[in-house]
């Protein structure tokens, strides 16, 4: 376990210097290598979320999304891992698989729940804004959206619709 360890670190030092391919590869390595360790799978996912986003590297958005699932198939009670997975769905514009797992994280890690459904809510809204441009100046076309934030910052802050309607 000891070889693990310090090859998770040199791992994650790579991450934390911004040097994203190389995490990916040491990562990508210790995942065949240890292919029981949750661990390895999320930060193989990780690294290679950032390394396609910010490196601009060839990483299949399958490839990130396996590694997501499997390290949640190997630890499902880490509510981190389901939503870190739903923030990288958004990321590809697959909203129901985001909203599915962030939802999941929520019910896991109940302590972190409002957390779990404002990101989701903010960070879903922002990117339909983002993907759909003007076509959301239109209140019609933004609505179906809006509404979604909306139910998700409601259950953030574990308010009904109808208690919200009384504060305004």
């Known amino acids: 376990m000891a070889d693990l360890e310090k090859k998770l670190m040199d791992g994650m030092k790579a991450l934390d210097e911004g040097d994203l391919k190389k995490a990916y590869s040491a990562f990508k390595k210790l995942a ?5 360790v949750p661990e ?5 996912a990780e690294a290679g ?5 910010m490196a601009g590297a060839k990483i299949a ?7 997501y699932k499997k390290a949640i198939e190997l630890d499902s009670e880490n509510g981190d891992y389901y939503a870190s997975y739903g ?3 958004i990321s590809i514009g697959k909203f129901e698989e985001a909203e599915k797992a962030y939802s999941e994280a929520a019910e896991i890690d109940e302590s972190n729940s409002s957390r779990y459904y404002s990101e989701f809510a903010v960070d879903y809204y922002s990117m339909v804004l983002a993907r759909y441009g003007e076509i959301m100046d239109d209140p019609k076309a933004r609505a179906p959206f809006a509404k979604k934030a909306i139910e998700y910052m409601l259950k953030a ?4 619709m109808d208690e919200a309607k009384t504060l305004f």
């Open 87 to 89: 923030a990288f769905c």
């Open 49 to 53: 979320n950032m390394s396609s986003g």
């Open 157 to 160: 802050l574990d308010i009904s």
């Open 32 to 36: 065949a290598e240890f292919p029981d």
């Open 40 to 44: 390895v799978w999320f930060y193989k």
């Open 61 to 67: 958005d399958d490839e990130i999304a396996d590694a």
